[in-house]
């Protein structure tokens, strides 16, 4: 899909989020506090990509989550953008921008998967 289709199919703000590697704002979105039931899906394409069991409270203003539904449903790149090195993650199906991987999760895996809530939808009928 070109950016022109990515631009008229996505809200701004997911075009920025998904296709620009935009982030949003710490605390206002709204898949912040796993208070939720279901599947995450991609806003971009609608893959599967986390569940609502996986989600926990990080307290960093995101939402967040110990493991993907799959590791094949997500790449991961190196991020130096903002004078620091993080890794991002990516939606495997449409490449949309999701958000960053932190090893400073509570849970079994250790990780913190922190995405956007711009770039998820969620279904709640999983």
Not at 22 to 44: I, K, L, N, Q, W
Not at 60 to 84: C, I, K, Q, Y
Request: hydrophobic share 30%.
């Amino acid at each position: 899909m070109s950016e022109d289709e990515w631009r008229q199919r996505l809200t701004p703000q997911q075009f920025r989020v998904l296709r620009e590697k935009g982030t949003d704002r710490p605390f206002e979105g709204e898949y912040t506090h796993p208070v939720y039931s279901g599947m995450f899906r991609c806003a971009g394409c609608g893959a599967a990509l986390f569940s609502s069991e996986s989600q926990f409270d990080s307290g960093s203003g995101w939402p967040s989550f110990s493991a993907p539904l799959d590791a094949e449903r997500v790449e991961l790149r190196e991020d130096t953008s903002h004078n620091m090195v993080r890794i991002e993650v990516t939606c495997r199906s449409c490449g949309g921008h999701l958000g960053h991987l932190f090893d400073d999760g509570p849970m079994e895996t250790g990780q913190r998967w922190c995405i956007n809530s711009t770039s998820l939808e969620l279904d709640s009928s999983t």
